[in-house]
């Protein structure tokens, strides 16, 4: 069964950084694209950043680019989110999404929050 374990969150103050892992396993890791999503209390569900399959091609939420990168690494079946100069609306519950064989898979999430 797939499996997405992220880790990471934690409180933050604004300008900060963090970087959030999501472990994944149960499926070829590395034949996939995979996803960041975040939702932040009584939001949607927002796309923050999306990776390919070997990592050579990536896309960003227009309200993170510039401050969050993307990256995987698919000999450890790990996907990574760096997240830079945090602002208070980046708090959310982030999430790792897989699609595979049409079929959305995700991980439990990790708060983040930000505040001074």
């Known amino acids: 069964q797939v499996h997405l374990v992220e880790s990471g969150g934690g409180l933050v103050q604004p300008g900060g950084s963090l970087r959030l892992s999501c472990a994944a396993s149960?499926?070829?890791?590395?034949?996939?694209?995979m996803n960041w999503y975040r939702q932040a209390p009584g939001m949607e569900r927002e796309l923050v950043a999306a990776?390919?399959?070997?990592?050579?091609?990536?896309n960003y939420a227009d309200s993170v680019k510039g401050r969050f990168t993307i990256s995987r690494d698919n000999a450890k079946n790990t996907m990574y989110l760096q997240m830079s100069t945090l602002k208070p609306e980046d708090t959310a519950v982030y999430y790792c999404?897989?699609?595979?064989?049409?079929?959305?898979?995700w991980g439990q999430g990790t708060q983040v929050t930000v505040s001074s």
């Open positions: 999404n897989a699609r595979i064989r049409g079929v959305h898979y």
């Open positions: 149960a499926f070829p890791f590395s034949s996939y694209p």
């Open positions: 990776i390919s399959s070997t990592g050579g091609s990536t």
